[in-house]
């Protein structure tokens, strides 16, 4: 795995980048590298839609049907827990919202503090 990320010559803040998933229990990593919190001066919410936007339209681009996603720069990148929640849920409603080849996401969360965050935000998305 690492031998196949060195050949994608790095990838920018909001790009995605897909890779073989080795002896991982997935058949592909997509790699994208969420923005460093900046006290919101730096489009740090646009960079991280943009990650995960990319990242899903990757996917589907190779026939995935099914995306895990961590909590992207919300460890030591110090994005804001809730607002960073709330931007992945948006963009990952509004992409399957348009009725594409991806038809499961998941959201791993680091600790439970993070999964009541998820479990509110997507509640309040539902409504």
Request: proline residues 3%.
């Amino acid at each position: 795995l690492l031998a196949e990320c060195v050949t994608l010559g790095g990838c920018n803040t909001g790009e995605a980048k897909i890779t073989g998933g080795y002896d991982l229990p997935s058949k592909h990593v997509i790699h994208t590298v969420g923005p460093v919190w900046d006290g919101g001066r730096a489009n740090e919410d646009a960079l991280l839609a943009d990650g995960y936007r990319n990242s899903l339209k990757l996917g589907e681009e190779n026939g995935l049907r099914m995306v895990a996603f961590p909590a992207i720069s919300t460890g030591v990148f110090g994005f804001p827990k809730e607002r960073a929640t709330r931007i992945a849920v948006r963009e990952v409603r509004a992409f399957l919202d348009q009725d594409v080849g991806v038809d499961q996401v998941i959201f791993v969360c680091f600790s439970e503090r993070d999964f009541g965050i998820y479990q509110r935000v997507l509640h309040m998305a539902s409504n």
